[in-house]
C-alpha cells in the first residue's frame, strides 16, 4: 500500500521555491486519500546554529503553512519530528550501516560544509542518514520533494537496500521520488543559475510566503531578465535561465503547461508579462500568507494538532522501531 512523506526544515523563510517544488502538490495525495505524513524537521534544522526562540516560531509557522496550503490535520499527519523520538532512534542503526564515502559525496554536504568541512556539525554531515530514517520509520513509499532532494533520495534507497542485504531481510522498501511539475527547481529572482534559497542574504532573491502583496509585486518587477520579449516557443527558453525561471512559475502558480504559457504570452515584453505574473502570484499566495497569520494567532491550537499529530504517528513507528531492533538483535525489554 503506498504511503507518503515528506519534510521542510523550519529555518529560515518559507519561500516560493518550497512551495511549488513542495508544499502545493503535498495535498494532492491526501485528497486521493492516500495515507500521508507531513514533517517539520526541526532536527535537520539543528545541523547548523538556530536561535532557540526563532527555531520555536518556525516550527509553528511551519505547520501554519502546511495546513494554509491544503493539508487537514485530520486526514494527514503533521508531526513535528523530534515529538517522534523514533526517527532519530531509526537514524543510530543507519548511522552504523551507511558508509561515510556515501556521506561524503552528497553534493549538499559539499556545498553547505564547503573548504571548513572539519568545523561542520557532525550532525551536518550524517543529515542524509536521519533523513532516510524519517521515511523508512513510516515504510513510506512515495516522497514528493523539489530536485535538490533527488540524490538525498537515492541515497536513502542505498540505505534500505544495504540494511535488507547486511540483515538477510526484505524489510525497507526503495523508496520512489516524487520529482513533478513546472517548478522542481525555482531559481533565485537576482541569478538564474542559483537556486531560490532561504539562506540566500538577499531577501529580493525569493518571494517569502508570508510577503505582502505590495513586497511580491516589486520582487517580480525587479527580477532580472534580459532584454528579449517571450518566445512563442519552450526551446528558445534553454537559454534564457531567468526567462525560463518566471515562465516555470507562472506555470506552476497557474496549474497550466508550460508551452501554454509560452502560447499566451508570445511576444510579450517582460514589461507586460512581469504584472500579470505578479497579479497571478499575489491571487495565489495573498490567501496562504492571510491563513497563515490567522492561524499564528492560534498557537495553542497549532501545538495541540502537532501533539496529536505525534500520537498517530507513534502507532506508526514504534512497532517498526521494535521490528528493526529485532532484526539488528537489540534485546528489548521484559
Ligand atoms: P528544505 O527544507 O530545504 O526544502 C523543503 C522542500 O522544498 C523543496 N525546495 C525547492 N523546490 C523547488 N525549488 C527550490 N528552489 C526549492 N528549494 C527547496 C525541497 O526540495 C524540499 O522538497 N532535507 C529536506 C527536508 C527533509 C525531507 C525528509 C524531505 C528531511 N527529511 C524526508 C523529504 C523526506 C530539506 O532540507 O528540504
Redesign the pocket.
Known sequence: TPRV?????P?GNL?L??Y????KRFAAAQNEGIESIY?M?DL?AITVWQDPADLRRATRELCAGFIASGLDPEKSILINQSQVPEHAQLAWIFNCVARMGWMQRMTQWKDKAGKNAQNASLGLFA?PS??AA??LIYHATH???????KQ??ELTRDIAAKFNHDYGVDFFPLTEPVIEGA?????SLRDGSK????SDPSDASRINMTDDADTIAKKIRKAKTDPEPLPDNTDELDERPEARNLVNIYAALADMPVEQVIADHAGQNFATFKPSLADLAVAKLAPIAEEMSRLMGEQDEIDRILTRGAERARAITAPILRQTYDIVGLVPPV
Open positions: 512523506f515528506s519534510g521542510i526544515q529555518s519561500h521555491g518550497n511549488l517544488g513542495a508544499l514533517c524537521v535537520h543529515y536521519l533523513m524519517d521515511i516522497v514528493p520533494v523539489g530536485e535538490d532532494q538525498h533520495l517548478a522542481t527547481r525555482v531559481m537556486k531560490m534559497s532561504k
